[in-house]
Nanobody
């Protein structure tokens, strides 16, 4: 099995910054895509950013220029640096990792979620 552990959420004032981390462990043969999603109260979960094996990244229009996704392949960890945070960024942020396990089966796993609250 593959497990994810997220850290880094919290309360921050508008304009502030936070850095989320998500470490994958377990029966990992390879990791293809690592990404972040978020879900605000009363809304559907939406993609925020993703990074693939080669390093290419994608961002939601709402976070472009403010958020940066990166990964440390040696640590099987993905990061989300969030700057210039706005109240509308308030949500539970979930990490998602897709790849192939040591049984040569694809996996698609989610983290437990971490709360990000942007408020004065």
């Amino acid at each position: 099995q593959v497990q994810l552990v997220e850290t880094g959420g919290g309360l921050v004032q508008p304009g502030g910054s936070l850095r989320l981390s998500c470490a994958a462990s377990g029966s990992i043969l390879s990791i293809n895509t690592m990404g972040w999603y978020r879900q605000a109260p009363g809304k559907q979960r939406e993609p925020v950013a993703a990074i693939i094996m080669g390093g290419s990244t994608n961002y939601a229009d709402s976070v472009k220029g403010r958020f940066t996704i990166s990964r440390d392949n040696a640590k099987n960890t993905v990061y989300l640096q969030m700057n210039s945070l706005k109240p509308e960024d308030t949500a539970v942020y979930y990490c998602n990792v897709q790849g192939v396990n040591t049984g040569f089966r694809r996996y698609d796993v989610w983290g437990q979620g971490t709360q990000v609250t942007v408020s004065s």
